[in-house]
């Protein structure tokens, strides 16, 4: 039996990578992609806890992750494509319109 | 050393190096097939873990539909290597720290409230997806029509979004 912590530690370095993924990435596609990673560690960090209390309760909460995460990745998806033919770009940096 | 701890260790590390992958690789259709290898090894895991509706619900909606997307938006937007412009001073210089001072803060927090119910931790369900459908059928069956309700509004709004002005 692998203890809970070991399945704990590993989600928060996936978290803090996707965290470091969102402040360095450039491309508006990398950002929403590590978007997605950092919801696949909260994800993991919800199922080990679910086991270690030995209650269902956190993989029903990782399913409705999981349906909130495709419906934002199909709205977002249609707002990056809107960007991209808008400013024909796929910076962030160039997508700067609120900025004084 | 068992064997689980083998399989747990060898899926961790390709967990990893996939998201250190989709960090440093330049082109964004990398990074997507990166993040396909994080989504596999996290199904892996879930499965190591015995909760294997969700490992498959991992690798057919996550490693599926959701990445299919992501490639298709790629290709369709034809989306180059990414450039390098200058970034904001606060992001360089302190993006690294703070990232690893909220990674071990997350850690330590939450190996700590693990750690409280660890004397209690039950040996597992017998029929864990039985019980799954037992649960999201009967005690949360209302947020499981709500999010029907999400979707809908979600494929409307990517419909509206997506659609070309001049087809009024």
Redesign the interface.
């Given at each position: 039996?692998?203890?809970?912590?070991?399945?704990?530690?590993?989600?928060?370095?996936?978290?803090?990578?996707?965290?470091?993924?969102f402040?360095?990435?450039?491309?508006i596609?990398?950002i929403?992609?590590?978007i997605?990673?950092m919801l696949?560690a909260v994800?993991?960090?919800f199922?080990?806890?679910?086991?270690?209390?030995?209650?269902?309760?956190g993989?029903?909460f990782?399913?409705?992750v999981?349906?909130?995460?495709?419906?934002?990745?199909?709205?977002g998806?249609?707002?990056?494509?809107?960007i991209?033919s808008n400013r024909q770009s796929?910076?962030v940096?160039r997508v700067d319109l609120l900025k004084l | 050393m068992s064997v689980e701890l083998i399989v747990f260790f060898a899926l961790a590390a390709l967990a990893v190096g996939g998201a250190l992958s989709l960090i440093f690789q330049r082109h964004p259709i990398h990074s997507a097939l990166s993040l396909i290898v994080v989504m596999i090894a996290l199904a892996g895991l879930y499965l190591l873990m015995g909760a294997e509706f969700v490992a498959a619900v991992q690798i057919i909606v996550y490693g599926g539909a959701i990445m299919v997307l992501f490639v298709f938006v790629i290709m369709l937007l034809n989306a180059g290597v990414e450039e390098r412009t200058n970034m904001s001073k606060l992001a360089g210089y302190a993006g690294i720290p703070l990232a690893l001072a909220l990674t071990s803060f997350l850690a330590a927090a939450l190996t700590r409230s693990s750690d409280a119910v660890q004397a209690s931790a039950a040996t597992g369900t017998a029929a864990p997806t039985k019980a799954l459908a037992m649960l999201l059928f009967q005690d949360f069956v209302y947020p499981f029509e709500l999010t029907s309700f999400l979707i809908l509004v979600a494929i409307l709004g990517a419909i509206v979004l997506a659609q070309r002005e001049t087809s009024r």
């Open positions: 039996m692998i203890p809970a912590h070991y399945f704990i530690v590993l989600s928060a370095i996936l978290f803090g990578l996707g965290v470091v993924a402040i360095f990435k450039r491309n596609i990398s929403f992609m590590s997605e990673l696949n994800n993991l960090a199922v080990s806890f679910s086991q270690t209390w030995g209650q269902l309760n993989q029903i990782v399913l409705f999981i349906v909130v995460a495709a419906a934002e990745a199909a709205v998806l249609g707002i990056i494509i809107l991209a796929l910076n940096e | -």
